[in-house]
C-alpha cells in the first residue's frame, strides 16, 4: 500500500502515549509533543485527564468492537460514572464517541500499514460481491507474515469496481 499521512490519528497517539508513559525520550513523541497543537494539548493535560480521556476511548473502542450502535455511549457512560469510575462531564457525547472510533479505526490502519510494510511476504485477495443496489463491490484481503513469523489475514478495504474482472479489479 501506498504510504499515506494520518495526521490527527497519529498526533493523538505519539501524544498519548507521551502523556501516558511520562517524559518521552523518542524524538519523534518529543517532535509530536512540542509541535502540533493537539501533542502541546495532550501534553498539558494531567495524567488523570489522560487516563480519564484513555476510558473514555476504551468504552468507544468496545462499542466498535461489539458492533453496538454509537447512540448506546452516552448511557454507558453514565453506567460507569453510576459505577464509580472518574469520566468527568466531557467526551460523554455520541459524536465523540463516534470522533474516538475514526481515531481509533486510523491508528489501527496506520498499524496494519506498518506491519505490511515490514512484511517480506504478502498476498492480496479480493473477493467480489454485488450489494443491494446491484453494485460490484470487490472486499480485499491482505495476508502477510508478521514480526513473529506468523500469517496474519485482514480485512484491507471494500472497493467499488467498475468492471469486476481481472483487468477491472
Known amino acids: 500500500p501506498e504510504e499515506r499521512q494520518c495526521g490527527k490519528a497519529q498526533e493523538v ?8 508513559y511520562g517524559a518521552t525520550t523518542n524524538s519523534d513523541d518529543q517532535l509530536y509533543l512540542t ?5 502541546k494539548a495532550f501534553a498539558s493535560v494531567t495524567t ?14 468496545m462499542l466498535a468492537k461489539e458492533e453496538t450502535p454509537f447512540p448506546k455511549y452516552p448511557a454507558i457512560v453514565e ?11 466531557t467526551y460523554g457525547t ?14 489501527l490502519q496506520d498499524d496494519t500499514f ?3 510494510r515490514a512484511s517480506h511476504f504478502v498476498t492480496v485477495s479480493p473477493d467480489g460481491s454485488t450489494d ?19 500469517p496474519k489475514c485482514n480485512f484491507f478495504c471494500l472497493a467499488n469496481v467498475s468492471d469486476a474482472t481481472s483487468i477491472g479489479i
Open 13 to 20: 497517539r505519539h501524544a498519548r502515549q507521551g502523556c501516558k
Open 35 to 39: 509541535s502540533t497543537p493537539l501533542g
Open 48 to 61: 488523570d485527564e489522560s487516563h480519564r480521556v484513555g476510558k473514555l476511548f476504551d468504552v468507544a473502542y
Open 79 to 89: 453506567l460507569e460514572k453510576r459505577h464509580g469510575v472518574s469520566l468527568g462531564s
Open 94 to 107: 455520541e459524536h465523540k464517541c463516534q470522533k474516538f472510533t475514526n481515531v481509533i479505526g486510523d491508528c
Open 114 to 116: 506498518d506491519e505490511i
Open 132 to 150: 443491494s443496489s446491484v453494485q460490484e463491490k470487490e472486499m480485499i484481503y491482505v495476508t502477510f507474515i508478521n514480526a513473529d513469523g506468523h
